[in-house]
Protein backbone atom coordinates (compact mmCIF):
# COMPACT_ATOMS: atom_id res chain seq x y z
CA UNK A 1 0.00 0.00 0.00
CA UNK A 2 1.42 3.36 -0.63
CA UNK A 3 -0.60 5.37 1.65
CA UNK A 4 0.70 5.46 4.91
CA UNK A 5 -0.50 3.72 7.81
CA UNK A 6 -0.24 6.15 10.85
CA UNK A 7 1.28 4.24 13.66
CA UNK A 8 -0.34 6.02 16.74
CA UNK A 9 -4.05 5.23 14.99
CA UNK A 10 -2.61 1.52 14.42
CA UNK A 11 -1.71 1.29 17.59
CA UNK A 12 -5.21 2.72 19.06
CA UNK A 13 -7.16 0.59 16.80
CA UNK A 14 -5.21 -2.40 18.11
CA UNK A 15 -5.64 -1.11 22.01
CA UNK A 16 -9.34 -1.21 21.05
CA UNK A 17 -9.15 -4.23 19.97
CA UNK A 18 -7.08 -5.93 22.84
CA UNK A 19 -9.40 -3.67 25.51
CA UNK A 20 -12.78 -4.85 24.08
CA UNK A 21 -14.20 -1.26 23.58
CA UNK A 22 -13.14 2.40 23.38
CA UNK A 23 -13.42 3.54 27.04
CA UNK A 24 -11.31 0.68 27.93
CA UNK A 25 -8.81 1.63 25.50
CA UNK A 26 -9.02 5.23 26.14
CA UNK A 27 -7.74 4.64 29.73
CA UNK A 28 -5.23 1.87 28.51
CA UNK A 29 -3.47 4.63 26.76
CA UNK A 30 -4.22 7.72 28.99
CA UNK A 31 -6.26 9.79 25.98
CA UNK A 32 -10.00 10.97 25.82
CA UNK A 33 -12.68 7.74 24.57
CA UNK A 34 -13.39 10.53 21.81
CA UNK A 35 -9.81 10.96 20.81
CA UNK A 36 -9.33 7.24 20.16
CA UNK A 37 -12.76 7.53 18.34
CA UNK A 38 -11.26 10.26 15.88
CA UNK A 39 -8.26 7.92 15.55
CA UNK A 40 -10.31 4.84 14.75
CA UNK A 41 -12.16 6.60 12.29
CA UNK A 42 -9.39 8.63 10.79
CA UNK A 43 -7.94 5.28 9.86
CA UNK A 44 -11.02 4.00 8.33
CA UNK A 45 -11.11 7.28 5.88
CA UNK A 46 -7.62 6.70 5.18
CA UNK A 47 -7.83 2.87 4.24
CA UNK A 48 -11.41 3.28 3.00
CA UNK A 49 -12.80 0.23 5.09
CA UNK A 50 -14.69 -0.64 7.73
CA UNK A 51 -12.50 -1.83 10.49
CA UNK A 52 -14.39 -2.42 13.34
CA UNK A 53 -17.49 -3.87 14.43
CA UNK A 54 -18.94 -1.80 16.63
CA UNK A 55 -20.72 -4.60 18.82
CA UNK A 56 -19.59 -4.95 22.67
CA UNK A 57 -16.99 -6.15 22.59
CA UNK A 58 -15.94 -4.69 19.11
CA UNK A 59 -14.51 -7.03 17.04
CA UNK A 60 -12.24 -6.49 13.67
CA UNK A 61 -13.55 -6.95 10.14
CA UNK A 62 -11.16 -8.41 7.84
CA UNK A 63 -9.73 -5.88 7.06
CA UNK A 64 -9.04 -4.79 10.70
CA UNK A 65 -7.94 -7.82 11.45
CA UNK A 66 -4.91 -7.32 8.51
CA UNK A 67 -4.05 -4.04 10.45
CA UNK A 68 -4.28 -5.39 13.66
CA UNK A 69 -1.81 -8.22 12.71
CA UNK A 70 0.47 -5.78 11.62
CA UNK A 71 -0.08 -3.54 14.73
CA UNK A 72 1.11 -6.51 16.47
CA UNK A 73 4.13 -7.13 14.47
CA UNK A 74 5.24 -3.72 14.60
CA UNK A 75 5.10 -4.10 18.70
CA UNK A 76 7.16 -7.36 17.98
CA UNK A 77 9.45 -5.68 16.05
CA UNK A 78 9.74 -2.83 17.81
CA UNK A 79 10.47 -5.05 21.15
CA UNK A 80 13.22 -7.11 19.50
CA UNK A 81 15.42 -3.97 18.51
CA UNK A 82 14.94 -2.62 22.01
CA UNK A 83 16.13 -5.66 23.29
CA UNK A 84 19.21 -5.95 20.89
CA UNK A 85 20.17 -2.18 21.39
CA UNK A 86 20.04 -3.07 25.52
CA UNK A 87 17.29 -0.55 25.82
CA UNK A 88 15.61 0.50 29.14
CA UNK A 89 12.78 -1.99 29.97
CA UNK A 90 13.33 -4.74 27.70
CA UNK A 91 15.19 -7.14 29.54
CA UNK A 92 12.79 -6.94 32.84
CA UNK A 93 10.04 -7.66 29.95
CA UNK A 94 10.39 -10.94 29.00
CA UNK A 95 9.43 -11.75 25.20
CA UNK A 96 5.95 -13.33 24.73
CA UNK A 97 5.91 -16.28 22.34
CA UNK A 98 1.64 -17.44 21.60
CA UNK A 99 1.48 -20.44 20.24
CA UNK A 100 -1.73 -22.45 18.96
CA UNK A 101 -1.47 -26.00 19.47
CA UNK A 102 -3.34 -29.16 18.25
CA UNK A 103 -4.83 -30.78 21.03
CA UNK A 104 -2.92 -34.36 20.55
CA UNK A 105 0.36 -32.67 20.02
CA UNK A 106 -0.18 -30.54 23.14
CA UNK A 107 -0.95 -34.18 24.94
CA UNK A 108 2.03 -35.76 23.79
CA UNK A 109 5.17 -34.21 22.22
CA UNK A 110 5.00 -30.05 22.33
CA UNK A 111 5.76 -29.75 26.21
CA UNK A 112 8.75 -31.46 25.36
CA UNK A 113 9.85 -29.26 22.39
CA UNK A 114 9.19 -26.40 25.01
CA UNK A 115 11.31 -27.58 27.87
CA UNK A 116 14.18 -28.14 25.08
CA UNK A 117 14.23 -24.51 24.13
CA UNK A 118 17.29 -22.82 25.74
CA UNK A 119 16.21 -20.34 28.94
CA UNK A 120 17.99 -17.55 27.69
CA UNK A 121 16.47 -14.96 26.16
CA UNK A 122 13.68 -15.52 28.82
CA UNK A 123 10.35 -16.69 26.61
CA UNK A 124 6.79 -16.34 27.87
CA UNK A 125 4.72 -18.95 26.52
CA UNK A 126 1.21 -18.26 25.74
CA UNK A 127 -0.10 -21.80 24.63
CA UNK A 128 -3.58 -21.84 22.98
CA UNK A 129 -5.20 -25.34 22.22
CA UNK A 130 -5.88 -24.97 18.88
CA UNK A 131 -9.67 -25.67 17.59
CA UNK A 132 -9.50 -25.84 13.41
CA UNK A 133 -12.19 -23.83 12.77
CA UNK A 134 -10.42 -20.67 15.20
CA UNK A 135 -6.81 -21.34 14.20
CA UNK A 136 -7.00 -19.38 11.07
CA UNK A 137 -8.71 -16.60 12.71
CA UNK A 138 -6.15 -16.41 15.28
CA UNK A 139 -3.59 -16.16 13.50
CA UNK A 140 -4.94 -13.65 11.15
CA UNK A 141 -6.15 -11.61 13.83
CA UNK A 142 -2.55 -11.98 15.52
CA UNK A 143 -3.63 -12.84 18.73
CA UNK A 144 -1.16 -16.09 18.13
CA UNK A 145 2.38 -15.97 15.90
CA UNK A 146 2.15 -19.45 15.12
CA UNK A 147 0.44 -22.19 15.12
CA UNK A 148 1.14 -26.17 14.90
CA UNK A 149 -2.48 -27.54 12.75
CA UNK A 150 -3.26 -29.96 10.95
CA UNK A 151 -4.30 -27.39 8.56
CA UNK A 152 -1.89 -27.13 5.24
CA UNK A 153 -3.47 -23.92 3.66
CA UNK A 154 -0.80 -21.19 4.58
CA UNK A 155 -3.04 -18.33 6.24
CA UNK A 156 -2.86 -14.96 4.91
CA UNK A 157 1.19 -13.56 5.87
CA UNK A 158 2.08 -16.84 7.07
CA UNK A 159 4.55 -19.28 5.83
CA UNK A 160 3.79 -23.42 6.42
CA UNK A 161 6.58 -26.24 7.01
CA UNK A 162 5.25 -30.05 7.05
CA UNK A 163 6.46 -31.32 10.69
CA UNK A 164 5.74 -34.96 10.51
CA UNK A 165 2.69 -37.29 10.70
CA UNK A 166 1.19 -38.54 13.89
CA UNK A 167 -0.09 -41.83 13.29
CA UNK A 168 -3.32 -43.10 14.71
CA UNK A 169 -4.50 -46.25 15.33
CA UNK A 170 -8.17 -47.80 16.05
CA UNK A 171 -8.60 -49.03 19.50
CA UNK A 172 -10.53 -50.28 22.47
CA UNK A 173 -10.54 -51.88 25.83
CA UNK A 174 -10.07 -55.78 26.10
CA UNK A 175 -13.70 -56.05 27.35
CA UNK A 176 -15.55 -53.57 25.15
CA UNK A 177 -13.51 -55.84 22.84
CA UNK A 178 -15.27 -59.29 23.71
CA UNK A 179 -18.63 -57.29 23.90
CA UNK A 180 -19.11 -55.22 20.87
CA UNK A 181 -16.29 -56.63 18.33
CA UNK A 182 -16.69 -60.58 18.53
CA UNK A 183 -17.65 -60.78 14.57
CA UNK A 184 -15.80 -59.08 11.54
CA UNK A 185 -14.57 -55.73 11.93
CA UNK A 186 -16.54 -54.17 9.17
CA UNK A 187 -19.60 -55.56 10.44
CA UNK A 188 -18.96 -55.12 13.82
CA UNK A 189 -17.38 -51.50 14.66
CA UNK A 190 -19.74 -49.40 12.71
CA UNK A 191 -23.03 -50.25 15.33
CA UNK A 192 -21.01 -50.20 18.22
CA UNK A 193 -20.53 -47.17 20.68
CA UNK A 194 -17.50 -44.86 19.70
CA UNK A 195 -15.58 -42.05 21.21
CA UNK A 196 -14.96 -38.84 19.19
CA UNK A 197 -13.22 -35.59 20.29
CA UNK A 198 -16.23 -33.15 19.39
CA UNK A 199 -18.08 -32.41 16.67
CA UNK A 200 -15.50 -31.88 13.79
CA UNK A 201 -13.01 -34.78 15.16
CA UNK A 202 -13.92 -37.13 12.07
CA UNK A 203 -11.10 -39.30 12.48
CA UNK A 204 -13.12 -42.24 13.39
CA UNK A 205 -15.36 -41.98 10.48
CA UNK A 206 -12.33 -41.44 8.09
CA UNK A 207 -11.40 -45.33 9.41
CA UNK A 208 -14.45 -46.60 8.93
CA UNK A 209 -14.96 -45.36 4.87
CA UNK A 210 -11.42 -47.14 4.76
CA UNK A 211 -13.10 -50.35 6.06
CA UNK A 212 -15.68 -49.35 3.14
CA UNK A 213 -17.94 -48.40 5.52
CA UNK A 214 -19.81 -45.41 6.58
CA UNK A 215 -21.46 -43.71 9.62
CA UNK A 216 -20.92 -44.91 13.00
CA UNK A 217 -23.13 -46.63 15.34
CA UNK A 218 -26.40 -44.94 17.49
CA UNK A 219 -24.04 -44.19 20.57
CA UNK A 220 -21.41 -41.92 19.85
CA UNK A 221 -19.65 -39.94 22.72
CA UNK A 222 -17.89 -36.53 22.96
CA UNK A 223 -15.08 -36.46 25.26
CA UNK A 224 -13.23 -32.71 23.96
CA UNK A 225 -9.69 -33.76 26.15
CA UNK A 226 -6.89 -35.74 24.54
CA UNK A 227 -6.16 -37.51 27.76
CA UNK A 228 -10.10 -37.83 28.69
CA UNK A 229 -10.80 -39.26 24.95
CA UNK A 230 -7.87 -42.22 25.45
CA UNK A 231 -9.38 -42.40 29.17
CA UNK A 232 -13.02 -42.83 28.14
CA UNK A 233 -11.83 -45.91 25.66
CA UNK A 234 -9.66 -47.19 28.39
CA UNK A 235 -12.61 -47.54 30.77
CA UNK A 236 -14.65 -48.97 27.77
CA UNK A 237 -17.29 -46.57 26.72
CA UNK A 238 -16.32 -46.66 23.03
CA UNK A 239 -13.63 -48.08 20.24
CA UNK A 240 -11.54 -44.61 18.83
CA UNK A 241 -8.46 -43.78 16.91
CA UNK A 242 -5.46 -42.78 19.61
CA UNK A 243 -2.81 -41.72 18.72
CA UNK A 244 -0.33 -44.01 18.86
CA UNK A 245 2.80 -42.00 20.81
CA UNK A 246 0.18 -40.96 23.12
CA UNK A 247 -1.39 -44.57 23.85
CA UNK A 248 1.82 -46.83 23.64
CA UNK A 249 2.01 -47.62 27.05
CA UNK A 250 -1.85 -49.15 27.16
CA UNK A 251 -1.35 -50.59 23.95
CA UNK A 252 1.59 -52.58 24.92
CA UNK A 253 0.18 -53.78 28.73
CA UNK A 254 -2.77 -54.70 27.22
CA UNK A 255 -5.54 -51.65 28.36
CA UNK A 256 -5.94 -51.39 25.48
CA UNK A 257 -6.02 -53.29 22.08
CA UNK A 258 -5.13 -52.20 18.52
CA UNK A 259 -8.49 -53.57 16.11
CA UNK A 260 -6.56 -53.27 13.00
CA UNK A 261 -2.89 -52.91 13.66
CA UNK A 262 -2.68 -52.91 9.49
CA UNK A 263 -4.28 -49.57 8.74
CA UNK A 264 -3.21 -46.82 10.65
CA UNK A 265 -4.64 -43.25 9.87
CA UNK A 266 -1.84 -40.82 9.36
CA UNK A 267 -2.13 -37.07 10.20
CA UNK A 268 0.44 -34.58 8.48
CA UNK A 269 0.86 -31.57 11.43
CA UNK A 270 2.26 -28.47 9.89
CA UNK A 271 3.72 -25.41 11.50
CA UNK A 272 2.51 -22.20 10.77
CA UNK A 273 3.82 -18.85 11.92
CA UNK A 274 3.83 -15.33 10.75
CA UNK A 275 6.18 -14.10 8.07
CA UNK A 276 8.24 -12.21 10.60
CA UNK A 277 11.99 -12.05 11.28
CA UNK A 278 11.53 -12.38 15.24
CA UNK A 279 14.59 -14.21 16.76
CA UNK A 280 12.54 -15.56 19.62
CA UNK A 281 9.74 -16.87 17.01
CA UNK A 282 12.28 -18.67 14.92
CA UNK A 283 14.78 -20.31 18.03
CA UNK A 284 10.85 -21.71 19.09
CA UNK A 285 10.48 -22.75 15.71
CA UNK A 286 13.66 -24.41 15.08
CA UNK A 287 13.16 -26.52 18.54
CA UNK A 288 9.68 -27.44 17.54
CA UNK A 289 10.70 -28.77 14.18
CA UNK A 290 13.77 -30.33 16.12
CA UNK A 291 11.36 -32.72 18.68
CA UNK A 292 8.88 -33.08 15.92
CA UNK A 293 11.14 -34.90 14.02
CA UNK A 294 12.25 -37.12 16.87
CA UNK A 295 8.36 -37.81 17.73
CA UNK A 296 6.66 -37.86 14.86
CA UNK A 297 6.88 -40.00 11.63
CA UNK A 298 8.28 -38.48 8.60
CA UNK B 1 -46.58 -16.27 28.59
CA UNK B 2 -50.50 -16.49 27.70
CA UNK B 3 -49.90 -15.94 23.88
CA UNK B 4 -49.23 -19.68 22.93
CA UNK B 5 -45.99 -20.54 20.83
CA UNK B 6 -46.80 -22.20 17.50
CA UNK B 7 -44.62 -25.48 17.73
CA UNK B 8 -43.29 -25.59 14.01
CA UNK B 9 -42.48 -22.14 14.15
CA UNK B 10 -40.20 -23.06 17.41
CA UNK B 11 -38.72 -25.87 16.21
CA UNK B 12 -38.09 -24.22 12.65
CA UNK B 13 -36.01 -21.60 14.75
CA UNK B 14 -33.95 -24.65 16.12
CA UNK B 15 -33.03 -25.86 12.99
CA UNK B 16 -32.28 -22.84 11.74
CA UNK B 17 -29.82 -22.44 14.97
CA UNK B 18 -27.88 -25.46 14.47
CA UNK B 19 -28.15 -25.66 11.30
CA UNK B 20 -25.86 -22.17 10.86
CA UNK B 21 -28.60 -20.75 7.76
CA UNK B 22 -31.45 -20.40 6.64
CA UNK B 23 -30.83 -22.40 3.67
CA UNK B 24 -29.43 -25.65 5.40
CA UNK B 25 -32.52 -25.57 7.88
CA UNK B 26 -34.63 -25.57 4.95
CA UNK B 27 -32.97 -28.36 3.59
CA UNK B 28 -33.23 -30.08 6.86
CA UNK B 29 -36.71 -29.27 7.34
CA UNK B 30 -37.80 -30.29 3.59
CA UNK B 31 -39.70 -26.74 3.04
CA UNK B 32 -38.29 -24.10 0.78
CA UNK B 33 -35.94 -21.21 2.48
CA UNK B 34 -38.92 -18.94 1.98
CA UNK B 35 -41.05 -21.22 4.22
CA UNK B 36 -38.24 -21.44 6.94
CA UNK B 37 -38.27 -17.86 6.97
CA UNK B 38 -41.72 -16.91 7.16
CA UNK B 39 -42.16 -18.94 10.09
CA UNK B 40 -39.24 -16.94 12.19
CA UNK B 41 -40.88 -13.77 11.31
CA UNK B 42 -44.39 -14.71 11.98
CA UNK B 43 -42.53 -16.15 15.54
CA UNK B 44 -40.97 -12.94 15.97
CA UNK B 45 -44.06 -10.85 15.31
CA UNK B 46 -45.79 -13.29 17.79
CA UNK B 47 -43.09 -12.52 20.64
CA UNK B 48 -42.31 -9.17 19.63
CA UNK B 49 -38.97 -9.66 19.79
CA UNK B 50 -36.06 -9.82 17.32
CA UNK B 51 -35.21 -13.85 18.09
CA UNK B 52 -32.41 -13.97 15.53
CA UNK B 53 -28.94 -12.21 14.39
CA UNK B 54 -29.14 -12.76 10.72
CA UNK B 55 -25.17 -12.67 10.60
CA UNK B 56 -23.47 -16.26 8.98
CA UNK B 57 -23.97 -18.47 10.71
CA UNK B 58 -26.90 -17.38 12.44
CA UNK B 59 -26.79 -16.68 16.21
CA UNK B 60 -29.87 -16.08 18.57
CA UNK B 61 -30.67 -13.19 20.05
CA UNK B 62 -30.56 -12.97 24.40
CA UNK B 63 -34.74 -13.72 23.45
CA UNK B 64 -34.16 -16.30 20.92
CA UNK B 65 -31.94 -18.21 23.01
CA UNK B 66 -34.74 -18.44 25.48
CA UNK B 67 -37.33 -19.77 22.40
CA UNK B 68 -33.85 -22.00 21.64
CA UNK B 69 -33.82 -23.61 24.39
CA UNK B 70 -37.70 -24.38 25.17
CA UNK B 71 -36.75 -25.86 21.67
CA UNK B 72 -34.93 -28.33 23.19
CA UNK B 73 -36.66 -29.35 26.25
CA UNK B 74 -39.44 -29.71 23.98
CA UNK B 75 -37.54 -32.20 21.95
CA UNK B 76 -35.90 -33.85 24.57
CA UNK B 77 -39.52 -34.81 26.33
CA UNK B 78 -40.75 -35.80 23.48
CA UNK B 79 -38.23 -38.63 22.97
CA UNK B 80 -38.28 -38.94 26.83
CA UNK B 81 -42.12 -39.76 26.37
CA UNK B 82 -41.65 -42.03 23.14
CA UNK B 83 -38.84 -44.15 25.07
CA UNK B 84 -41.39 -44.71 27.65
CA UNK B 85 -44.09 -45.83 25.35
CA UNK B 86 -41.84 -47.98 23.96
CA UNK B 87 -42.14 -46.05 20.02
CA UNK B 88 -40.65 -46.80 17.48
CA UNK B 89 -37.30 -46.02 16.73
CA UNK B 90 -36.94 -44.56 20.53
CA UNK B 91 -34.83 -47.63 20.99
CA UNK B 92 -32.21 -47.20 18.11
CA UNK B 93 -31.59 -43.72 19.28
CA UNK B 94 -29.93 -42.96 22.57
CA UNK B 95 -30.73 -40.34 24.74
CA UNK B 96 -28.13 -37.51 24.30
CA UNK B 97 -26.75 -36.14 27.54
CA UNK B 98 -24.67 -32.89 27.19
CA UNK B 99 -23.00 -31.48 30.00
CA UNK B 100 -20.34 -28.71 30.18
CA UNK B 101 -17.11 -29.89 32.44
CA UNK B 102 -14.61 -27.45 33.91
CA UNK B 103 -11.24 -28.79 32.84
CA UNK B 104 -9.78 -29.76 36.55
CA UNK B 105 -12.75 -32.18 37.27
CA UNK B 106 -12.75 -33.46 33.54
CA UNK B 107 -9.16 -34.31 34.14
CA UNK B 108 -9.53 -35.85 37.96
CA UNK B 109 -13.11 -37.20 38.75
CA UNK B 110 -15.24 -36.34 36.06
CA UNK B 111 -14.66 -39.78 33.32
CA UNK B 112 -14.92 -42.29 37.27
CA UNK B 113 -18.57 -40.68 36.87
CA UNK B 114 -19.90 -41.21 33.65
CA UNK B 115 -18.55 -45.07 33.55
CA UNK B 116 -20.55 -45.42 36.77
CA UNK B 117 -23.44 -44.12 34.51
CA UNK B 118 -25.30 -47.30 34.56
CA UNK B 119 -25.53 -49.06 31.02
CA UNK B 120 -29.54 -48.96 30.48
CA UNK B 121 -31.00 -46.99 29.44
CA UNK B 122 -28.34 -46.16 26.68
CA UNK B 123 -27.09 -42.84 26.55
CA UNK B 124 -24.51 -40.84 24.74
CA UNK B 125 -22.11 -38.12 26.66
CA UNK B 126 -21.69 -34.97 24.97
CA UNK B 127 -19.36 -33.44 26.88
CA UNK B 128 -18.25 -29.76 26.41
CA UNK B 129 -14.90 -28.55 27.95
CA UNK B 130 -16.33 -25.41 30.45
CA UNK B 131 -15.33 -22.24 29.18
CA UNK B 132 -16.02 -19.78 32.35
CA UNK B 133 -16.94 -16.94 29.77
CA UNK B 134 -19.06 -19.61 27.44
CA UNK B 135 -20.90 -21.92 29.89
CA UNK B 136 -23.76 -19.51 31.12
CA UNK B 137 -24.60 -19.09 27.49
CA UNK B 138 -23.86 -23.10 26.14
CA UNK B 139 -27.03 -23.62 29.26
CA UNK B 140 -29.09 -20.27 28.23
CA UNK B 141 -29.05 -21.72 24.44
CA UNK B 142 -29.55 -24.96 25.69
CA UNK B 143 -26.67 -26.29 23.85
CA UNK B 144 -26.08 -28.03 27.09
CA UNK B 145 -28.31 -29.41 29.91
CA UNK B 146 -26.15 -29.47 32.88
CA UNK B 147 -22.68 -28.27 33.94
CA UNK B 148 -20.14 -28.69 36.61
CA UNK B 149 -18.84 -25.26 36.95
CA UNK B 150 -17.45 -22.94 39.79
CA UNK B 151 -19.97 -20.62 39.41
CA UNK B 152 -22.47 -20.16 42.08
CA UNK B 153 -24.80 -17.98 40.59
CA UNK B 154 -28.09 -20.19 38.57
CA UNK B 155 -28.23 -19.41 34.89
CA UNK B 156 -32.14 -18.79 34.36
CA UNK B 157 -33.91 -21.87 33.59
CA UNK B 158 -31.32 -23.85 36.00
CA UNK B 159 -31.27 -25.54 39.71
CA UNK B 160 -27.64 -25.56 40.64
CA UNK B 161 -26.51 -27.63 43.60
CA UNK B 162 -22.75 -27.50 45.43
CA UNK B 163 -21.06 -30.94 44.46
CA UNK B 164 -18.10 -30.52 46.73
CA UNK B 165 -14.42 -28.17 47.11
CA UNK B 166 -11.37 -29.36 45.14
CA UNK B 167 -8.68 -28.21 46.79
CA UNK B 168 -5.42 -26.25 45.45
CA UNK B 169 -1.94 -26.36 46.43
CA UNK B 170 1.04 -24.32 45.48
CA UNK B 171 3.89 -26.59 43.37
CA UNK B 172 6.96 -26.91 41.76
CA UNK B 173 9.45 -29.04 41.22
CA UNK B 174 12.33 -29.33 42.79
CA UNK B 175 14.75 -28.02 40.64
CA UNK B 176 12.89 -25.34 40.03
CA UNK B 177 12.29 -24.40 44.26
CA UNK B 178 16.02 -24.63 44.24
CA UNK B 179 17.03 -22.38 41.34
CA UNK B 180 13.72 -19.50 42.21
CA UNK B 181 12.67 -20.19 45.72
CA UNK B 182 15.20 -20.34 48.20
CA UNK B 183 14.21 -17.31 49.99
CA UNK B 184 11.44 -16.37 52.03
CA UNK B 185 8.29 -17.37 49.74
CA UNK B 186 6.33 -14.44 49.95
CA UNK B 187 9.95 -12.77 48.69
CA UNK B 188 10.69 -15.44 46.12
CA UNK B 189 7.38 -16.49 44.51
CA UNK B 190 6.04 -13.01 43.58
CA UNK B 191 9.64 -13.20 41.31
CA UNK B 192 9.59 -16.35 40.09
CA UNK B 193 8.29 -17.45 36.15
CA UNK B 194 4.63 -18.82 36.82
CA UNK B 195 2.08 -21.31 34.68
CA UNK B 196 -1.55 -20.22 34.32
CA UNK B 197 -4.30 -21.96 32.56
CA UNK B 198 -5.42 -18.93 30.37
CA UNK B 199 -6.13 -15.86 30.92
CA UNK B 200 -8.68 -15.97 32.83
CA UNK B 201 -6.41 -18.00 35.55
CA UNK B 202 -6.74 -16.07 38.55
CA UNK B 203 -5.90 -18.89 40.99
CA UNK B 204 -2.22 -17.98 40.99
CA UNK B 205 -2.88 -14.64 41.86
CA UNK B 206 -5.27 -15.28 44.46
CA UNK B 207 -2.73 -17.60 46.25
CA UNK B 208 0.02 -14.57 46.20
CA UNK B 209 -3.21 -11.97 47.40
CA UNK B 210 -3.27 -14.61 50.92
CA UNK B 211 1.03 -14.22 50.86
CA UNK B 212 0.29 -10.38 50.85
CA UNK B 213 1.26 -9.93 47.63
CA UNK B 214 0.26 -9.04 44.86
CA UNK B 215 1.08 -9.86 40.89
CA UNK B 216 2.78 -12.59 39.62
CA UNK B 217 6.70 -12.45 38.42
CA UNK B 218 7.36 -10.65 34.59
CA UNK B 219 7.52 -14.66 33.27
CA UNK B 220 3.95 -15.76 33.01
CA UNK B 221 3.42 -19.15 30.96
CA UNK B 222 -0.22 -20.03 29.69
CA UNK B 223 -0.77 -24.34 29.19
CA UNK B 224 -4.57 -24.16 28.76
CA UNK B 225 -4.89 -28.28 29.71
CA UNK B 226 -4.73 -29.74 33.02
CA UNK B 227 -2.08 -32.30 32.45
CA UNK B 228 -0.39 -30.12 30.76
CA UNK B 229 -0.19 -27.62 33.02
CA UNK B 230 0.79 -29.72 35.45
CA UNK B 231 3.27 -31.76 33.65
CA UNK B 232 4.73 -28.21 32.65
CA UNK B 233 4.81 -27.29 36.45
CA UNK B 234 7.22 -31.02 37.00
CA UNK B 235 9.40 -29.82 33.80
CA UNK B 236 9.83 -26.71 35.98
CA UNK B 237 8.76 -23.77 33.28
CA UNK B 238 7.24 -22.86 36.73
CA UNK B 239 5.35 -22.78 39.93
CA UNK B 240 1.68 -22.96 39.85
CA UNK B 241 -1.77 -24.15 41.71
CA UNK B 242 -2.11 -28.07 41.43
CA UNK B 243 -5.28 -29.60 42.11
CA UNK B 244 -4.08 -31.98 44.99
CA UNK B 245 -6.21 -35.00 43.52
CA UNK B 246 -4.90 -34.81 40.06
CA UNK B 247 -0.81 -33.87 41.32
CA UNK B 248 -0.92 -36.47 44.44
CA UNK B 249 1.10 -38.90 42.59
CA UNK B 250 3.51 -36.65 41.75
CA UNK B 251 3.56 -34.73 45.02
CA UNK B 252 4.13 -38.22 47.50
CA UNK B 253 6.84 -39.51 45.07
CA UNK B 254 8.75 -35.89 45.24
CA UNK B 255 8.09 -35.11 41.23
CA UNK B 256 6.56 -31.75 42.87
CA UNK B 257 7.08 -29.90 45.99
CA UNK B 258 3.74 -28.49 48.13
CA UNK B 259 5.28 -24.96 48.23
CA UNK B 260 2.90 -23.85 51.22
CA UNK B 261 0.58 -27.19 52.58
CA UNK B 262 -0.78 -24.80 55.15
CA UNK B 263 -2.44 -22.52 52.55
CA UNK B 264 -4.58 -24.67 50.17
CA UNK B 265 -7.27 -22.88 48.20
CA UNK B 266 -10.54 -24.61 47.98
CA UNK B 267 -13.10 -24.24 44.74
CA UNK B 268 -16.23 -25.05 45.52
CA UNK B 269 -17.97 -26.59 42.33
CA UNK B 270 -22.20 -26.32 41.40
CA UNK B 271 -24.00 -28.97 39.38
CA UNK B 272 -26.15 -26.45 36.94
CA UNK B 273 -28.71 -28.46 35.16
CA UNK B 274 -32.07 -27.56 33.45
CA UNK B 275 -35.38 -27.66 35.61
CA UNK B 276 -36.46 -30.43 33.19
CA UNK B 277 -38.10 -33.65 34.27
CA UNK B 278 -35.69 -35.67 32.30
CA UNK B 279 -35.39 -39.42 33.96
CA UNK B 280 -31.73 -39.67 31.98
CA UNK B 281 -30.42 -36.09 33.36
CA UNK B 282 -31.49 -36.98 36.71
CA UNK B 283 -29.90 -40.62 36.55
CA UNK B 284 -26.29 -38.90 35.59
CA UNK B 285 -27.08 -36.05 38.34
CA UNK B 286 -27.44 -38.73 40.73
CA UNK B 287 -24.21 -40.86 39.83
CA UNK B 288 -22.03 -37.54 39.06
CA UNK B 289 -23.24 -36.09 42.71
CA UNK B 290 -22.19 -39.37 44.70
CA UNK B 291 -18.81 -39.45 43.10
CA UNK B 292 -18.54 -35.73 43.97
CA UNK B 293 -19.08 -36.51 47.50
CA UNK B 294 -16.00 -39.40 47.45
CA UNK B 295 -13.54 -37.82 45.91
CA UNK B 296 -14.13 -34.05 46.50
CA UNK B 297 -13.57 -32.16 49.71
CA UNK B 298 -17.47 -31.46 51.65
Redesign the interface.
Known sequence: MVTELPLDQVRTLLAVVDEGTFDAAAAELHVTPSAVSQRVKALEQRTGRVLLVRTKPVRPTESGAVVVRFARQLARLERDARAELGMGGAE???TRVSIAVN?DS??TWF?DA??RVPSEP????????EDEAHTAALLREGLVMAAVTSASEPVAGCSVRLLGRMRYVAAASPGFAERYLAGPLREALPQAPVVTFDRSDTLQDAFLRRLRRSGTG???????????FV??IE???GWGMVPEIQAGTQLREGRLISLAPERPVDIPLYWQQWKLDSPALATVAEVVARTAADVLDA
Open positions: EEPALALLTRLCFELRRAIRHQIPTSEGAAAGL
